[in-house]
């Protein structure tokens, strides 16, 4: 059972405009999420992360929303830039536990 | 900065090996994982560490094994490589109750022929 969901395979954006990611969540015990973001033959770098405490964090051109009641959360890049195109991962902490749980990631293309 | 450094970036094996992906991080973290990435399925949890000697299985542990000798040491075995293991295996390390996440190393993609 698929606990943090990212139902959208791929993303296409023209540079300059938003781009937004979302992710969906089934556990309420989680706690903090994060954003990755990975480009091919590398490993996943960590993007921008957000408590459930809080319902925004922005860092530059990223922002990351958080809906608690709604379990959702989104990551807005503005403007998008060619070099953001890569896949995003969504992922999730629960209290106590050492694992991150990973959503299956969206494929974001930023076209010039 | 935090490392954690893959020992191959590319590796070729026979059905019916035995392989090998070494993991080392430089930052004496506690937790060490091992996850496999595949289109469509995402990061999957293959095996994970919270100390020397001890590891717990994630979610697809099946045709797999690791090793813990070394804290900075995490490598993870596959018994009898098979094709439906053909992957790109991403090793990561975290500090215990750390809320930033993981360090992930640059990935092994592993081709079984």
């Known amino acids: 059972d698929q606990q943090v969901k990212q139902n959208s395979p791929s993303l296409s954006v023209q540079e300059g405009r938003i781009s937004i990611l979302n992710c969906d969540y089934t556990n309420s015990m989680f706690d903090y999420f994060l954003w990755y973001k990975k480009y091919p033959a590398e490993g996943p770098t960590f993007l921008i992360s957000?408590?459930?405490?809080?319902d925004k964090n922005e860092d530059g051109r990223f922002t990351v929303f958080l809906n608690k009641s709604a379990k959702h959360l989104s990551l807005h890049i503005v403007p998008s830039q060619p070099g953001d195109s890569a896949v995003y991962f969504c992922a999730a902490y629960q209290g106590g536990s050492e694992k991150l749980v990973f959503g299956k990631g969206t494929k974001l293309t930023v076209n010039p | 900065d935090v490392k954690v450094t893959q020992s191959s970036r590319y590796l070729v094996k026979r059905t019916g090996e035995k392989v090998f992906l070494e993991c080392v991080q430089d930052?004496?973290?506690?937790?060490m994982f091992w996850y496999r990435q595949d289109p469509g399925l995402g990061l999957r949890l293959i095996y994970f560490s919270y100390d020397v000697k001890m590891k717990e299985k994630g979610d697809i542990p099946e045709g797999y094994s690791v090793s813990r000798e070394k804290k900075e040491r995490f490598s993870l075995i596959l018994e009898s490589a098979s094709t439906n293991q053909t992957s790109m295996y991403l090793c990561?390390?975290?500090?215990?109750?750390?809320?930033?996440?993981?360090?992930f190393g640059s990935g092994t993609r592993l081709t079984v022929v």
């Open positions: 957000i408590s459930s405490i809080k």
């Open positions: 930052m004496d973290h506690e937790n």
């Open positions: 990561a390390s975290s500090l215990e109750g750390v809320w930033y996440g993981y360090t």
